[in-house]
Structure formats: structure tokens, C-alpha cells
T-cell receptor
Framework: EPEVTQTPSHQVTQMGQEVILRCVPI?????FYWYRQILGQKVEFLVS????????KSEIFDDQFSVERPDGSNFTLKIRSTKLEDSAMYFC???????????FGPGTRLTVT | GENVEQHPSTLSVQEGDSAVIKCTYS??????FPWYKQELGKRPQLIID?????GEKKDQRIAVTLNKTAKHFSLHITETQPEDSAVYFC???????????FGTGTSLTVIP
């Protein structure tokens, strides 16, 4: 069964540094998402992406964040200047079409020191 | 925006008993309600979902009910087993955009 994959599984970075989190959605899926989960808290929506543009974003997704689909398979989340409070598990998800179930990747644990 | 509340935050049941987790939502336009199971350190996995055009859906030991008028939906797990122990999240969404609004999670422990 196809799965969403994410790399790296764990990323440690210093405050102020840029990080790029990578995701490979399921191949025939058209909608892509990033969520984050701070330890012990609920999963929070960051951004959705369709047809090479952002379709929706939350208040969390400020100017420090950006997303890109650089080729036909990867979907990336960039944080330009990381803050301590960006430490969280970041999940990528994809769905075949809007209104359908979303399949989550295994997550990237980001630790900002 | 949508606000999803989930109760209880923790739940312990004896193996073989039933477990019920409840969620409420605020946006009457929400029309899709998935439930995810998240084991420690792993990805959330969809276990069941329901759309607003039905009131109940069942898949073996798992069922979900939806009351659109009251804006609440519930997860029912019967004949619980130790491997059901995990954190369960409800969510609500509506198109366009289709972002999921998650509840705060319920940590279910099934005691052998």
C-alpha cells in the first residue's frame, strides 16, 4: 500500500537557522498539507496546497514559512529563521481530492536549540 | 473558524469493555469527520470517517455516529483489546481548502 514518506525523521537546528522538511506524497494524490504537533498537544493545520499554489493557510503559517513542490514528487516546507517554539513534529499529508481522507506521513521531529 | 472539542482527554477501560469518545464542532458547514489513531511516536492513521449525509457508520469493532443538529459525533470501540491503546483524534473539515481541525485527543488505555 502506498504511503506518504518524509525526510529527515529528526532534524536538530540552531535558532535562526533555515530548515527544509521534505515529503513525498502518494503519487496520484493532488492535495498536500502540512500539520504540526507540539509535544503532547493536538495536531494543528499549517497549510494546504493544490495545483501548485497555497489554497489555505492558518495563522501559524506566517512569513517565516513557505511551501514548494519543486518537482513532480516532492513537497517541501521551509522555515526561514527557526525559533525555539517551532520545535514540534511536522506531518505531511496528502489526499486524492478535496473532501477525501488524508494520509499522513511518519513525521519529522524538529528540535530548535 | 471551526472549533472542535473532544472528551474525555484520558480513558481507561478493561479489556473487552466498550470505549466511547465524543467530539463537538462549531461550524455547521463542516461535512467530513475522520477519526485518527496515533500510537506513541507514530503517524496518525485514519481508522474510520463519516460524512454529513449519514448518521452512523460501522467497521467491525469500530463505529462512528454523527448528530448534525447537535453538532457532535462519537467514536465507539467495542470489545476493546490492549492493541487499541493509543491516542485518538477526531477532526472536522469542509471544502474548499479541506483543512482538518483536530480535537485535543483522547489517550485510551485498555487494561488487560
Amino acid at each position: 500500500e502506498p504511503e506518504v514518506t518524509q525526510t529527515p525523521s529528526h532534524q536538530v537546528t540552531q535558532m535562526g537557522q533555515e530548515v527544509i522538511l521534505r515529503c513525498v506524497p502518494i503519487s496520484n494524490h493532488l492535495y498536500f498539507y502540512w500539520y504540526r504537533q507540539i509535544l503532547g498537544q493536538k495536531v494543528e493545520f499549517l497549510v494546504s496546497f493544490y495545483n501548485n499554489e497555497i489554497s489555505e493557510k492558518s495563522e501559524i503559517f506566517d512569513d517565516q514559512f513557505s511551501v514548494e513542490r519543486p518537482d513532480g514528487s516532492n513537497f517541501t516546507l521551509k522555515i526561514r529563521s527557526t525559533k525555539l517554539e517551532d520545535s514540534a513534529m511536522y506531518f505531511c499529508a496528502s489526499s486524492e481530492r478535496a473532501g477525501n481522507e488524508q494520509y499522513f506521513g511518519p513525521g519529522t521531529r524538529l528540535t530548535v536549540t | 473558524g471551526e472549533n472542535v472539542e473532544q472528551h474525555p482527554s484520558t480513558l481507561s477501560v478493561q479489556e473487552g469493555d466498550s470505549a466511547v469518545i465524543k467530539c463537538t464542532y462549531s461550524d455547521s458547514a463542516s461535512n467530513y469527520f475522520p477519526w485518527y489513531k496515533q500510537e506513541l511516536g507514530k503517524r496518525p492513521q485514519l481508522i474510520i470517517d463519516i460524512r454529513s449525509n449519514v448518521g452512523e457508520k460501522k467497521d467491525q469493532r469500530i463505529a462512528v455516529t454523527l448528530n448534525k443538529t447537535a453538532k457532535h459525533f462519537s467514536l465507539h470501540i467495542t470489545e476493546t483489546q490492549p492493541e487499541d491503546s493509543a491516542v485518538y483524534f477526531c477532526a472536522a473539515s469542509r471544502s474548499p481548502g479541506n483543512q482538518f481541525y483536530f480535537g485535543t485527543g483522547t489517550s485510551l488505555t485498555v487494561i488487560p
